[in-house]
């Protein structure tokens, strides 16, 4: 099932990561479960720079569902250029989105992908309404 990333969308991060050869498989190209990593990477840097430290005595995000779409390969030693998007706030859950290019070819896009963030109290394990503050940075 192929994804499509909203035009509607605030761009919050760009990023370089650099191809390690230990992130490729026997095929020769980055495993497609790096592209999560990279996804993964980039969301909690921004979270972490918009004063989002969650802890389990308190609340915080938690992802909920992921998605990459793969268009071309990405090898070593490539550098990627993601730029995470985040849109449509909730009571409780907004979006992230990223896309993937390769840094030597901006504006080609090699992966596109995304995640559902919801937020969470830890000690009662149930969703929480989005603070005002992070609400405020994703609109």
Not at 61 to 81: I, S
Not at 88 to 114: K, L
């Amino acid at each position: 099932m192929k994804i499509d990333i909203p035009e509607r969308k605030k761009l919050v991060l760009e990023t370089r990561f650099p191809v390690r050869w230990g992130d490729m498989d026997a095929m020769g190209h980055v495993n497609n479960a790096v592209y999560f990593r990279y996804m993964e990477t980039a969301r909690i840097d921004w979270m972490v720079s918009v004063g989002c430290n969650p802890g389990p005595q308190g609340q915080g995000p938690v992802v909920v569902n992921a998605f990459c779409n793969f268009h071309r390969q990405f090898a070593y030693p490539d550098e990627v250029l993601l730029k995470l998007y985040v849109s449509d706030p909730g009571r409780t859950t907004f979006e992230t989105w990223a896309t993937m290019e390769r840094a030597a070819e901006p504006g080609v896009v090699c992966a596109a992908g995304g995640a559902t963030v919801i937020w969470v109290d830890f000690p009662l394990q149930k969703a929480a309404t989005l603070p005002g503050w992070l609400r405020a940075v994703v609109e």
